[in-house]
């Protein structure tokens, strides 16, 4: 019996491995697998997405907070983590950012149009969109009648057409301020007067032939376009209606030596009138004499260019009845020139003006064959 007894072995005590292989078990008590913990908080591209959404007139902004939003609103699925709602506000504004800029951009793209394509010698062929400061002379387009002034406040670009195109304006050429700083709206409109009229001359020598109703205006820079460096002022005839097919500007080779002699010796008078006609009602005494003295002189200038022409037999009877009605005008011109107060003045000019015959002006240039519209002529911006 003796022999049949065996050892048991101890309570929690591992029987020896017989096949003499490794023991396998678990591990101690303390050590045990295990899933790993879930994120807590809010995701934190979610509130990024949120924030650019917000800022998205950044411009930047929107692209990268739609993509943040794209990204945290996976990341929140997966993770269980808060920001859901945050990144889903965060696609919506920027979508709505994006989605705004597109509008403007294409609203700019319509607004800017083509550029206007021209032949080898700048005339315009097919319509497009010019800066207001990049205008040439005998381009035609179409304004709003009483277009004039800051290009902040009215416009920047024109569309330009062929001239064979209806249109109701047409440049005459610009001229370049040669202020240091942006000139005041007064001293604008004076500066403007005078050298738009002197393109006027330029470009069209017989102003008088122009439809009934035309205007010369122009348009200047405003003080963001002059900061920017633009010191140019363009200027334009328009027309009573957008009716005009056809460039008014003309060569002076287009005219007779006659008719050019005659516009010529007539042009510094009109130029001096129409001066006037600019100057404020409000303008010191010394000013408004000296505009009418400069009436005068501009009659004694016609004259003697016109007494030094030898006219055809069928002319010289109109141009002598013309010279003797402006010498009679002068006269009145130079008592309105010793005028003492402003009262007087305006008083005696309006006496002056009508002085003028119209009659004997259109007298010459019927002789000479130049066209006169019932009431023709260009009217000066006020």
Not at 146 to 158: E, W
Not at 212 to 237: H, I, K, T
Not at 365 to 376: F, I, K, P, Q, Y
Request: proline letters at 7%; aromatic letters at 8%; one cysteine or more.
């Amino acid at each position: 019996m003796e022999d049949e007894k065996r050892e048991l072995p101890d309570y929690g005590q591992t029987p020896p491995n017989p096949y003499g292989y490794p023991q396998y078990g678990y591990p101690p008590y303390g050590y045990s697998y295990g899933y790993p913990q879930r994120p807590t908080g809010t995701n934190g591209l979610a509130i990024a997405a949120l924030v650019l959404g917000i800022c998205g007139f950044l411009v930047a902004t929107p692209i990268i907070g739609l993509i943040f939003g794209i990204v945290s609103l996976s990341a929140v699925r997966k993770s269980g983590q808060k920001g859901k709602g945050l990144a889903i506000s965060g696609i919506v504004l920027s979508s709505a950012w994006i989605a705004i800029f597109a509008t403007f951009m294409t609203i700019a793209v319509i607004a800017t149009g083509d550029p206007a394509v021209r032949d080898a010698n700048g005339t315009v062929v097919s319509p497009g969109v010019v800066s207001v400061f990049a205008l040439q002379k005998k381009d035609c387009f179409t304004l709003p009648h009483g277009v004039i002034g800051s290009t902040h406040t009215k416009t920047a670009t024109v569309k330009v057409v062929p001239c064979s195109t209806a249109h109701d304006s047409e440049s005459i050429g610009l001229f370049t301020l040669a202020d240091e700083s942006l000139p005041t709206a007064d001293d604008l409109h004076t500066e403007s007067t005078k050298q738009c009229v002197q393109l006027l001359n330029a470009a069209i020598p017989d102003p008088a032939s122009l439809p009934s109703g035309s205007r010369m205006e122009y348009l200047y820079p405003d003080q963001r376009a002059w900061d920017n460096g633009r010191r140019q002022v363009m200027c334009f005839v328009q027309f009573p209606a957008a009716t005009m097919t056809q460039s008014v500007c003309r060569d002076p080779s287009s005219y007779t030596v006659d008719q050019m002699v005659f516009l010529d010796a007539y042009h510094p008078l009109s130029d001096a009138v129409g001066e006037l006609t600019e100057t404020p009602k409000t303008a010191d005494i010394s000013v408004l004499q000296q505009r009418a003295n400069d009436i005068v002189h501009a009659v004694g200038e016609e004259e003697a260019r016109l007494k030094a022409e030898r006219w055809a037999p069928d002319v010289q009877p109109a141009v002598d009845a013309l010279i003797a009605n402006h010498e009679a005008a002068a006269r009145v011109w130079s008592q309105v020139a010793a005028s003492s107060d402003s009262v007087t003045f305006f008083d005696g000019a309006r006496r002056a003006y009508d002085a003028f015959s119209l009659k004997d002006l259109v007298a010459v240039r019927d002789a000479l064959g130049l066209t006169t519209t019932s009431g023709g002529g260009v009217t000066q911006a006020a």
